[in-house]
């Protein structure tokens, strides 16, 4: 399933996750990943512009051009545009251009609205192959989706505890528009003991109580439970996932093998879903 995987880089460039013990990633640690990665038959990287040094680490690290397709994602503003966040991306990661180009808030969007036919007119013109938006909530798609804006790609939150935007992926399917998925281990918590969550997120004990309760029962790893119920989704095209080192890239993909052991327990997954915004988005969390 590695061809349905695609590499994060926000711990290349950042600190990033509330399990994170060993911060942000080595430069040459990241190097050694890439390679792995490779290796392995992944194509395609995610970044962004707000993920502190990870274009310019992959700029330093990756040859020009990239074996990978890499998505990233800008941060709008006054006297900026997406052509010229677009030139600084492509010069930090010393490539000639994308394979997708997002907004990383949909609140960009609304603010700048006139900016999404010049994010058109660079696609045209061959820099980028897709656009499209970085979303956290299903109203902002459903938004994009009934004013018919054109987007070839869409980035959002998915898990075994965030399943929000699933009513949607058949539209998305009709039009032709590529999903991927992200946080599908929210930012490591499901690996977490439950005695360890702090006391804002003890609200979803229960569920993550459950979740290692079916490691017990089927002798499948938490990741591998988490990965394979997103991989298992048809709605979705590309599954994002964040390591911390070699190692963890290659547990990420002895767990991705193991998808068809999943479907005994899959309504068990289903059922873990959790409705709480504050509970499934990290930004929201009381920690």
Not at 262 to 267: E, N, Q
Request: proline share 6%; aromatic share 10%.
């Amino acid at each position: 399933m590695a061809a349905k995987l695609a590499l994060g880089t926000v711990q290349f460039g950042a600190e990033y996750g509330i399990n994170n013990k060993t911060g942000r990633i080595p430069e040459r640690s990241a190097a050694v990943i890439l390679r792995g990665a490779a290796l392995a038959g992944l194509d395609m990287l995610d970044t962004a512009q707000a993920y502190g040094e990870s274009e310019a680490v992959l700029g330093r690290i990756l040859p020009s051009p990239s074996p990978f397709r890499i998505v990233s994602k800008f941060t709008a503003g006054s006297g900026l545009s997406p052509k010229l966040l677009l030139s600084e991306s492509l010069a930090r990661l010393k490539q000639r251009g994308l394979y997708a180009f997002l907004y990383h808030k949909f609140s960009d969007f609304s603010a700048y609205p006139a900016w999404h036919e010049e994010l058109l007119q660079l696609k045209s013109e061959g820099s980028v192959e897709k656009v499209g938006f970085s979303v956290y909530y299903p109203r902002e798609l459903q938004s994009l989706l009934d004013s018919g804006v054109k987007f070839d790609l869409v980035q959002l939150p998915y898990s075994v505890f965030d399943r929000r935007f699933e009513p949607l992926f058949p539209s998305l399917k009709k039009a032709g528009i590529e999903v991927h998925v992200r946080s599908i281990f929210l930012q490591g918590l499901v690996f977490m003991g439950p005695a360890n969550l702090p006391p804002g997120l003890l609200g979803i004990r229960p569920k993550l109580e459950r979740l290692l309760g079916l490691v017990e029962e089927t002798g499948l790893p938490v990741s591998a439970l988490c990965l394979c119920f997103a991989l298992s989704n048809a709605g979705i095209d590309r599954v994002v996932i964040g390591v911390d080192g070699l190692p963890d890239l290659e547990n990420n993909l002895a767990a991705s093998a193991r998808l068809s052991e999943i479907k005994t327990v899959y309504s068990e997954l289903c059922s873990l879903s959790v409705d709480d915004e504050d509970l499934i988005l990290p930004f929201n969390w009381k920690k």
